[in-house]
Structures are given as structure tokens and as C-alpha cells.
């Protein structure tokens, strides 16, 4: 037997953060990208997921890291908003989709001030990238079931700076 779904209502998306408790009141005043760690798996940026139990995991990683206690940020995105962004999207992440995996590696090996997503426009950026998260990008292996939506320009962020936002944990 199915069930049938509620109705589409284009509601906000929810995106998490996973962060320290240190970081949790700079994050929620404003996102800054100057503070963004290169060599990410699509560049310098501020990274967000659709799943919470990955942006704890992400916490708990850096809350051991640093001696912190872990902080998750949940974002209430306008899809509309979203939608005016320029985006990049990649749904799979085998092995052979080369596209993907080529992106990755460029991401991963470029230095920050050479830093470029390849475009001719935006400063070389996509405002935002989504996509598998690669687990192993060497070996090209992704985290099976993870997602990442990262946020590249000052544009991009500012649509997450000025959303509903909170700490849920």
C-alpha cells in the first residue's frame, strides 16, 4: 500500500551547519568567506547539508579537532532566493562520472588565491555548488547518502545571513 506524500508547497529548504561552540555566535551574526578552509571538495566556501545527522557528525569531527563542544545552525532558505543564485549541481558521484570527480580534484588542488570554479563570469564562482560529498577524493569514493550545498560568493551568503536561522543543538 502507498501513501500519498502532503501536498508541494515550495517551503522553505532547511540547511545545517556543523560547527563549534566557539564559532557559534560569529556564524549566526553574519558568514564571513575570508574565514572559508581551502581545498574543500568545491573550493573555499561556507558549507551546509539537507541532513542533520550528517551537520552533527560534522560538529563532533571539529569539536574533537579543536577542544570544543559541537553547535549545528539550521537555515530556513527561501527556494525562490535560492533559485535566483547561480548554481552548479552534481547528483551522482560514481566513480566514472568524471565531471563530478574532475571538479573535485581542481577544487582540491588549487590554491586559495588562485582559487576559480573554471567560469568566465562571477569572478570565475558559482554562487553555490551542490553535490555528493567525496569521502575519499583521491580514490574517488563518495560518502554514500551525504550531500553538501556550499556557498561561494558574498551574494550567496548573504542570502543565508539573511534568513531565519537558529541553534538546534
Not at 142 to 151: E, H, L, N, P, R
Request: with cysteine; aromatic share 12%; net charge neutral.
Amino acid at each position: 500500500m502507498t501513501t500519498t506524500p502532503p501536498a508541494w508547497a515550495n517551503a522553505p529548504l532547511v540547511l545545517y551547519h556543523g560547527t563549534i561552540e566557539r564559532h557559534m555566535s560569529s556564524v549566526l551574526a553574519e558568514i564571513d568567506l575570508r574565514l572559508a578552509e581551502a581545498r574543500n571538495d568545491f573550493g573555499p566556501g561556507f558549507y551546509t547539508t539537507t541532513l542533520l545527522r550528517q551537520a552533527q557528525r560534522w560538529a563532533e569531527d571539529r569539536a574533537d579537532r579543536y577542544g570544543d563542544r559541537p553547535a549545528v545552525i539550521a537555515y530556513q532558505v527561501s527556494r525562490d532566493t535560492l533559485a535566483n543564485l547561480e548554481t552548479l549541481w552534481f547528483v551522482r558521484g560514481e566513480h566514472e562520472n568524471e565531471e563530478y570527480w574532475s571538479f573535485v580534484f581542481h577544487c582540491r588542488t588549487t590554491a586559495r588565491e588562485a582559487f576559480h570554479h573554471g567560469r568566465a563570469v562571477n569572478d570565475g564562482l558559482y554562487d553555490i555548488v551542490v553535490g555528493p560529498v567525496a569521502a575519499f577524493w583521491k580514490q574517488k569514493v563518495v560518502a554514500s547518502g551525504y550531500d553538501q550545498v556550499s556557498f561561494h560568493t558574498a551574494r550567496a551568503v548573504g542570502v543565508l545571513n539573511a534568513c531565519e536561522k537558529r541553534r538546534i543543538s
